[in-house]
């Protein structure tokens, strides 16, 4: 789904889109459907009200160099305007007064553009470096892929099977993919019986236990889409957490309710199980070969959301279990100061 992110940021139109998707919500309420027609048709409202209030401007998609400016145009074209006067009066006496002034301004042309480049990149380096001291790399970096630009995409790169050989047909390279990831992410791992003979399982108290069970709740909800992180690739629906937040409450009381459901029939939306793979060059080796590639897994938004409620549910109880020792994907923890430690 294509929106301009950008728009997320107007207030008016936030409050228009979450006003019209409220409406829909209301009336669109219906107990007697499944839980994919559900959220097939919510995701259906939620993408046409997106492309309504923050489509894609056709003129975003310049085609002209973004140093250009309207001066440097108008002057350009009084300098195409000028060679043809000229070839008109090649023959005549005023030749040389039309060739003067094509002259003039092909030299003011020329040093416009040559002032504005250097106007432009150091517009361009001030972005980038203000980004930085903002800690937004997300942006630093999308000014520094498109300037660099001339970037070749990894589905169009041949690659080789294990034997060396280079595949060059689609449906090949497409195999290959899938044996590679098939073999990364499925690893055989072997532990020990007795290591986890020795793991004490925790006996929870009834009102924990009756916690645990307790079905989400609208505050549950919303703490899970905010501790999401925005500007995220979206996944097989093509729904950012952008959009989910931009829905505002109507978003929360709809996932709320749809997030109950699950929760009692203990079935998930199908479209939860599917998972895009993103495949990444690490930036060293021959990019005709896989293992110098990572995968990256891209999850639908609102089951990460949904996830995320559990995990919250259970996390006091996993940092009781973790030794004091282990820093690696925790809160508030690094294991860059251990191996400050260490060192």
């Known amino acids: 789904m294509n929106v301009d992110s950008t728009k997320l940021k107007d ?7 979450q006003k ?11 107990d007697t459907i499944s839980i994919d027609e559900k959220y097939k048709l919510f995701l259906s409202n939620l993408k046409d009200k997106a492309r309504q209030y923050f489509p894609v401007d056709k003129n975003t998609n310049r085609k002209r160099k973004e140093w250009l400016t309207t001066g440097i145009l108008k002057i350009v074209d009084k300098k195409s305007q000028a060679v043809v006067e000229w070839q008109i009066n090649c023959v005549s006496k005023l030749e040389l007064k039309y060739h003067e002034e094509y002259k003039r301004l092909r030299k003011t042309a020329k040093a416009m553009t040559e002032q504005r480049q250097v106007e432009y990149w150091d517009e361009m380096c001030e972005d980038i470096e203000k ?6 790399p997300a942006t630093a970096f999308s000014i520094i892929k498109r300037l660099r630009g001339g970037s070749k995409r990894v589905e169009n790169i041949p690659v080789q099977d294990k034997n060396g050989k280079l595949l060059v047909n689609s449906r090949d390279t497409l195999k290959r993919w899938g044996e590679f990831f098939c073999e990364t992410l499925n690893v055989c791992a072997s532990i020990d019986q007795n290591l986890l003979d020795q793991i004490q399982i925790p006996t929870l108290s009834t009102t924990e236990e009756h916690r645990q069970n307790a079905e ?13 992180n925005s500007r995220k690739a979206p996944g097989s629906d093509e729904v950012t957490v952008d959009i989910l937040k931009a829905g505002g409450e109507s978003v929360t009381r709809w996932l709320f309710t749809f997030f109950t459901d699950v929760w009692k029939n203990e079935q998930m939306a199908k479209e939860w199980s599917i998972t895009t793979l993103i495949r990444l060059y690490k930036n060293k080796g021959d990019k005709k070969i896989c293992d110098n590639y990572r995968g990256i897994a891209l999850l639908n938004a609102t089951s990460k959301i ?3 409620i559990m995990l919250n549910r259970i996390q006091d109880l996993i940092n009781g279990q973790l030794l004091e020792i282990q820093s690696g994907f925790r809160p508030s923890r690094s294991t860059i100061g251990q191996i400050f430690i260490l060192k």
């Open 306 to 308: 949904f996830s995320r």
């Open 11 to 17: 207030d008016k139109l936030l409050e228009a889109f």
């Open 20 to 30: 019209d998707f409220r409406d829909i919500v209301d009336d669109a309420k219906d």
């Open 131 to 136: 980004s930085i001291k903002n800690y937004d």
């Open 216 to 228: 989400p709740s609208t505050e549950e909800v919303r703490k899970a889409i905010n501790q999401m």
